[in-house]
């Protein structure tokens, strides 16, 4: 079962930031988050991702809960190209490697 | 050409055949996956494996088998097709953090 929460969908204006919801309450302390966008039927692209820290790179930054039970996606300036499902993944750990369990994912429209 | 390679792109095939979905890499990654992925709904794991000679179970294996020939090649087989497999399959690799799909076999079993 996904261990992620999200909102089913969003709108954004065009260039405005995105801010993408994820609750993820059952996490353990070594799972890491990471987020994938999928646009149309295309393979899942990979964003970021995370443990504990903020981080930041080219496409988003991704800001973790203290408590590490939700985080939130930022896209600092949306645009129509952003227009996808989101998705919010806990990696589990099978053995010494991990899993991507996927969830339902958020469809973000950014409209102009 | 693109790191992992899926094919076909598309295939229809009738109730009962059986069907073989490949995928290879280029990534010379050791873990590889394959996902089903339902209209609306997210990625589902059916198989994955570590190395050659490691194959798991994922959450939806019942009617797919695997095959690892090779590092850089996995396949999916579907025995006995059935309507309800009637889905869009992925492929991934990964080292460390990173995760690479491929861009998809969209199969229809009618």
């Known amino acids: 079962d996904a261990k992620t929460t999200q909102p089913p969908s969003m709108d954004c204006a065009e260039g405005r930031a995105a801010n993408l919801p994820c609750n993820h309450s059952t996490i353990s302390g070594n799972e890491y988050v990471y987020w994938y966008r999928q646009i149309h039927s295309q393979g899942p692209q990979y964003i970021i991702h995370g443990l504990k820290n903020n981080e930041t790179n080219e496409m988003a930054s991704l800001i973790i809960t203290e408590d590490r039970k939700s985080s939130t996606l930022i896209l600092p300036h949306a645009t129509l190209r952003d227009t996808a499902v989101y998705y919010c993944i806990v990696r589990v750990w099978v053995g010494n490697t991990g899993k991507l369990i996927f969830g339902q994912g958020t469809t973000l429209q950014v409209k102009p | 050409d693109a790191d992992v390679t899926q094919t076909p792109r598309n295939r229809i095939t009738k109730t009962g055949k059986r069907i073989m979905l490949e995928c290879s890499q280029t990534k010379g990654h050791d873990r590889m996956y394959w996902y089903r992925q339902d209209p609306g709904l997210g990625l589902r794991l059916i198989y994955y494996?570590?190395?050659?000679?490691?194959?798991n179970k994922g959450e939806i294996s019942d009617g797919y088998s695997v095959s690892r020939q090779a590092q850089a090649k996995f396949s999916l087989s579907l025995e006995s097709a059935i309507p309800n497999q009637t889905a869009l399959y992925f492929c991934?690799?990964?080292?460390?953090?990173?995760?690479?799909f491929g861009s998809g076999t969209r199969l229809t079993v009618v």
């Open positions: 991934a690799t990964s080292e460390g953090f990173g995760y690479t």
């Open positions: 494996s570590f190395d050659v000679k490691d194959i």
